[in-house]
């Protein structure tokens, strides 16, 4: 079992919707989750990282963390074609170093205008 | 604001050449990374360096080595490139210690032939 699951798309919805990105992960260590942003021919992007349980909200983008399901969520509501891209959620715990630090193998979404 | 910074961009190499890819951060981070990104591979560490004069080998080390050259720089030297070598590279840098707050460099697309 992979320590981290992203289903990898395409997602494709229309311009105005509500965007919901999610990733599930094995491994109850993980203290911290990220949202990184990719778009074709870039390098990822941070977008948010969130730390334990709970919601943080920024601007259009809502990052959810659910440790007891081991489920991680991000929200992009009133969605825009720029926000097109590939989506990478990430985890990593305290102590970990580098190798404490995984990524999901990315949403491919599309955002129709 | 520059932040990592990765030369070149692109690079065609034969089979058995060698070459080395650069990177440098202007953000005064410690610890520096690089990793490579393969269709339905998701982004494999290669190395890392947690603070200058230190490195590590991450997931996927064979055939890769680097050079800490100082707090700014970190470089990845590939010996004799080999086609399964033909990936995406992206170096990265963060504080010390800080898994969650990664930053990406544009990405170096490599290809051996």
Redesign the interface.
């Known amino acids: 079992q992979k320590e981290v699951e992203q289903d990898?798309g395409p997602l494709s919805v229309p311009e105005g919707a509500i965007v919901s990105l999610n990733c599930t992960y094995s491994n109850s260590a993980f203290q911290?989750f990220?949202w990184?942003r990719q778009y074709s021919?870039?390098?990822?992007?941070?977008l948010m990282?969130t730390?334990s349980s709970g919601n943080k909200e920024d601007g259009r983008f809502t990052a959810q963390v659910d440790k007891s399901s081991k489920y991680i969520s991000l929200f992009i509501r009133d969605s825009q074609p720029s926000d097109s891209a590939t989506y990478?959620c990430a985890m990593?715990?305290?102590?970990?170093?580098?190798?404490?630090?995984t990524?999901?193998?990315?949403t491919h979404l599309i955002i129709q205008p | 604001n520059a932040g990592?910074t990765q030369t070149p961009k692109f690079q065609v190499l034969k089979t058995g050449q060698s070459m080395t890819l650069q990177c440098a951060q202007d953000m005064n981070h410690n610890?520096m990374?690089w990793y490579r990104q393969d269709p339905?591979?998701?982004?494999r560490?290669i190395y890392?360096s947690?603070s200058e004069g230190t490195t590590?080998k991450?997931?996927v080390p064979n055939g890769y080595n680097v050079s800490r050259l100082n707090k700014r720089e970190f470089s990845l030297r590939l010996e004799s490139a080999a086609p399964s070598q033909t990936s995406v590279y992206?170096c990265a840098s963060s504080e010390a210690?800080s898994?969650?707050?990664?930053?990406?460099?544009?990405?170096s697309?490599l290809t051996v032939v």
């Open positions: 990898p911290y990220m990184y021919r870039k390098g990822p992007e941070l990282y730390y990478l990593w715990y305290s102590g970990g170093g580098a190798d404490g630090l990524f999901g193998k990315g | 990592v610890s990374y339905g591979m998701g982004l560490l890392y947690a590590d991450g997931e992206f210690g898994g969650n707050t990664i930053y990406f460099g544009e990405g697309w």
